[in-house]
């Protein structure tokens, strides 16, 4: 473990945070995407198949639980609850999301460390990961303002896998044997599809103003 | 496996 990683970790707990205060705290999901929410519940569930057949540490296994328990209450909370579920952007968020599962699992069957039943999956959570804020952004394009507690969820979800970066850096400099080019790759990816985002974010933080994406 | 192995990353 080193500050970058648990620093990613940390800022990955605070964009769920953030996420369940939007929505317990407003009772609503406006300018949430369901389809990004139940794209980031099958990235834990495929990622974290070791959970009971590795233990690695007590931390890592919290996480892990962590992670998986907030994102399937996320989206049962958006499909469910009564109140939540009817400020669901229903005709916004129409991205075709199952075509990135598709893309990352074929995808993890040409492209894995190994050719395991648990190797397969965890690309697939890998390469699912990059590209399951898709839907999200392209719904917060089409919905024009963004909310700051949604705008802040997107930012923290964004900057976690840039401290990952760092991390892999400072851990391709300390540990000889370190090689994860996989995730190094995909994490990349992942963190320029939010450029854009970023920009605007930081934009609107430096005028103060509410935060504009161009329709 | 230690820390350090494989996927010890969350």
Not at chain 1, 15 to 39: D, H, R
Not at chain 1, 52 to 70: E, G, P, Q, R
Not at chain 1, 72 to 85: E, K
Request: glycine fraction near 4%; proline fraction near 2%.
């Amino acid at each position: 473990m080193n500050i970058f990683r648990f620093a990613g970790d940390m800022t990955h707990l605070i964009s769920i945070l953030v996420l369940l205060l939007k929505i317990y705290a407003t009772k609503s999901c406006s300018g949430i995407s369901l389809k990004t929410q139940e794209l980031y519940a099958l990235v834990f569930l495929t990622r974290y198949l070791d959970l009971f057949t590795d233990f690695i540490s007590v931390y890592n296994t919290i996480m892990k639980l962590v992670f998986i328990a907030s994102s399937l209450a996320v989206v049962c909370c958006m499909r469910m609850h009564r109140v939540v579920r009817r400020s669901y952007d229903k005709d916004l968020d129409t991205f075709r999301h199952y075509f990135l599962i598709l893309a990352s699992f074929v995808l993890a069957l040409l492209v894995n460390e190994k050719f395991t039943f648990q190797e397969i999956f965890w690309a697939f959570s890998i390469y699912l990961e990059a590209l399951a804020i898709l839907p999200q952004l392209v719904l917060l394009q089409r919905s024009g303002n963004v909310d700051n507690l949604t705008g802040q969820y997107v930012f923290f979800l964004g900057a976690y896998r840039a401290f990952y970066i760092l991390n892999w850096i400072y851990r391709y400099f300390t540990e000889q044997h370190f090689s994860r080019w996989i995730a190094c790759v995909s994490g990349l990816v992942q963190t320029v599809l939010y450029a854009d985002f970023f920009y605007y974010y930081f934009i609107s933080w430096k005028n103060n103003a509410k935060m504009q994406l161009p329709a | 496996p230690p820390e350090g192995s494989y996927h010890d990353e969350l």
